[in-house]
């Protein structure tokens, strides 16, 4: 499955999903972020029971405050339409499925 580009135009309907959301808060220019980012495509691809989608913050800052964003990047695992857990900074692929399987 591929990746979403989330917007706040869109987010309602990730909310809604009945599949564990992985949320990628980005930005270009950040150097962790293009570390994290392939890894986030990978476990789209590879993981169809979850909702994957990236938040670009620069052109989402409602969204990035609305999940109190102060550092990137932030992954943050929504079920249920709430938050079950986030974590800030690079994270390898493992721990990133760890937050989605917890």
Not at 55 to 70: R, Y
Not at 93 to 102: F, N, R
Request: proline letters at 6%; a negative charge; aromatic letters at 6%.
């Amino acid at each position: 499955m591929a990746v979403l580009k989330i917007t706040k135009e869109n987010f309602a309907e990730v909310r809604a999903s009945e599949k564990p959301v992985l949320l990628d808060f980005y930005a270009d220019w950040c150097g962790p972020c293009k570390m994290v980012s392939p890894l986030v495509d990978e476990i789209a691809e590879e993981h169809s029971e979850f909702t994957v989608g990236k938040v670009n913050v620069d052109t989402q800052p409602e969204l990035a405050a609305a999940f109190g964003v102060s550092s990137i990047p932030m992954l943050a695992v929504m079920k249920g339409g709430r938050v079950t857990a986030h974590a800030v900074g690079a994270r390898p692929k493992s721990a990133i499925l760890d937050m989605l399987k917890g």
